[in-house]
């Protein structure tokens, strides 16, 4: 998954509601990349997430700037974010809220937390326990909390960006099936490059401070209504049944892989196609070609699906597999 094409930013002017949108949200990029070097593909798939109202998975090991990244689109959008750091003591009402014994009043009033926002920061999710974890699915799934039997609405648009180390790494709690199946995508944040990566050291040198995203000249390039109006275009974008039955192929053939215990839900195929129009849209098309459904299938699918033990043992990788299934099941023409 590479970056699609922008739009120029003085051509906005001109173009319809739709192209706007678009403008508006490429020119995230740009805002972002005044933080962070690189990471095109992340960068790219937490803006398919908006468009989708699903929510991000970023996987790295310590110090690529996954936290960093996240809070550079925080500092791009017109909403309002906030970030909670998981610990292993953290408990589920320190996410969610609880209710809170007014002494003055002699009532108990609900204190909403942190999850009560736009776009939620779960910083480190996996190294808390499950208990705390499972704190975010009602959230995730419904857009609302319950606390004391009584169900609250989340605001509108909320996303929840999280990011984890690699399961292998020490002080890690995997997180729970029905926990990943609440993310539209998963994405890996590699190691830069050598030429990035003295990119990073020559900006730090010249006195670039991660912790002070103001300082370099990040500002808000896109609100509700850039939201909105994308997410409407996205949802007219053409899907034909080929295409449709080019999605439920490439997950069927996973749930026949013999080094898959489990493969795609049909969540996980709806999933892929939600991606994949937003893939389309972004590159300027109005409808689906199979590319789009290529593009996406990595990151929409490889935290939907789990290996056998023996497969894993043999070096057998979530993509490994799905990019065996995706060079195997017929494209249409």
Same mark, same amino acid.
Request: with cysteine; hydrophobic share 40%.
């Given at each position: 998954?590479?970056? @699609?094409?922008?739009?120029?930013?003085?051509?906005?002017?001109?173009?319809?509601?739709?192209?706007?949108a678009r $403008?508006?949200?490429?020119?995230?990029?740009?805002?972002i /990349?005044?933080?962070?070097?690189?990471?095109?593909?992340?960068?790219?798939?937490?803006? %398919?997430?908006?468009?989708?109202?699903? #929510?991000?998975?970023?996987?790295?090991?310590?110090?690529?700037?996954?936290?960093?990244?996240?809070?550079?689109?925080? $500092?791009?959008?017109?909403?309002?974010?906030?970030?909670? !750091?998981?610990?292993?003591?953290?408990m589920?009402?320190?996410?969610?809220?609880?209710?809170v014994?007014?002494?003055?009043?002699? *009532?108990?009033?609900?204190?909403p937390?942190? %999850?009560?926002?736009?776009?939620?920061?779960?910083?480190e999710?996996?190294?808390? @326990?499950?208990?705390?974890?499972? &704190?975010?699915?009602?959230?995730?799934? *419904?857009? !609302? %909390?319950?606390?004391?039997?009584t169900?609250? !609405?989340?605001?509108a648009?909320?996303?929840? $960006?999280?990011?984890?180390n @690699?399961?292998?790494?020490?002080?890690?709690?995997?997180?729970?099936?029905? !926990?990943?199946?609440?993310?539209?995508?998963?994405l890996?944040?590699?190691?830069?490059?050598? *030429? *990035?990566?003295?990119?990073?050291?020559?900006? #730090? &040198?010249?006195?670039?401070?991660?912790?002070?995203?103001?300082?370099?000249g990040?500002?808000?390039?896109?609100?509700?209504?850039?939201?909105? /109006?994308?997410?409407?275009?996205?949802?007219?974008?053409?899907?034909?049944?080929?295409i449709?039955?080019?999605?439920?192929?490439?997950?069927?053939?996973?749930?026949e892989?013999p080094?898959l215990?489990?493969? %795609?839900?049909?969540?996980?195929?709806?999933?892929?196609?939600?991606?994949?129009?937003?893939?389309?849209?972004?590159?300027?098309?109005?409808?689906?070609?199979?590319?789009?459904?290529k593009?996406? $299938?990595?990151?929409?699918?490889r #935290?939907?699906?789990?290996?056998?033990?023996?497969?894993?043992?043999?070096?057998?990788?979530?993509?490994?597999?799905?990019?065996?299934?995706?060079a195997?099941?017929?494209? @249409?023409?």
């Open positions: 998954m590479s970056a @699609p094409p922008s739009v120029p930013a003085e051509t906005t002017k001109s173009l319809g509601n739709g192209d706007t $403008a508006s949200l490429e020119a995230l990029r740009s805002e /990349a005044k933080a962070v070097v690189g990471q095109d593909p992340a960068v790219t798939g937490l803006v %398919v997430a908006l468009l989708c109202r699903g #929510h991000v998975l970023l996987e790295g090991v310590p110090g690529v700037a996954k936290t960093l990244l996240v809070r550079a689109l925080a $500092a791009s959008l017109d909403l309002d974010t906030k970030r909670v !750091q998981f610990t292993p003591d953290l589920p009402s320190d996410v969610t809220g609880s209710l014994y007014d002494a003055r009043t002699a *009532e108990f009033s609900f204190q937390g942190p %999850v009560f926002t736009h776009l939620l920061l779960a910083d999710i996996n190294r808390t @326990p499950p208990k705390t974890q499972s &704190s975010l699915l009602e959230a995730m799934e *419904e857009r !609302q %909390v319950t606390v004391d039997g169900p609250r !609405q989340l605001p648009p909320f996303l929840v $960006a999280a990011t984890q @690699p399961v292998e790494y020490e002080g890690t709690y995997p997180l729970p099936e029905a !926990q990943l199946d609440r993310f539209l995508l998963k890996t944040v590699p190691l830069p490059s050598r *030429e *990035e990566e003295i990119n990073v050291l020559t900006r #730090h &040198s010249e006195g670039f401070d991660p912790r002070d995203l103001q300082s370099a990040i500002r808000p390039v896109a609100g509700p209504a850039d939201l909105e /109006a994308a997410r409407n275009a996205v949802a007219r974008t053409k899907v034909s049944p080929e449709a039955g080019y999605v439920v192929d490439i997950c069927r053939a996973t749930r892989s080094s215990s489990l493969g %795609v839900s049909p969540r996980g195929a709806t999933a892929l196609l939600s991606t994949a129009r937003a893939w389309a849209w972004l590159t300027g098309r109005d409808y689906v070609i199979p590319d789009d459904v593009a996406l $299938a990595l990151p929409t699918l #935290h939907r699906i789990h290996l056998r033990p023996e497969a894993e043992m043999e070096g057998v990788t979530p993509d490994s597999v799905i990019t065996a299934v995706l195997h099941v017929p494209v @249409p023409r």
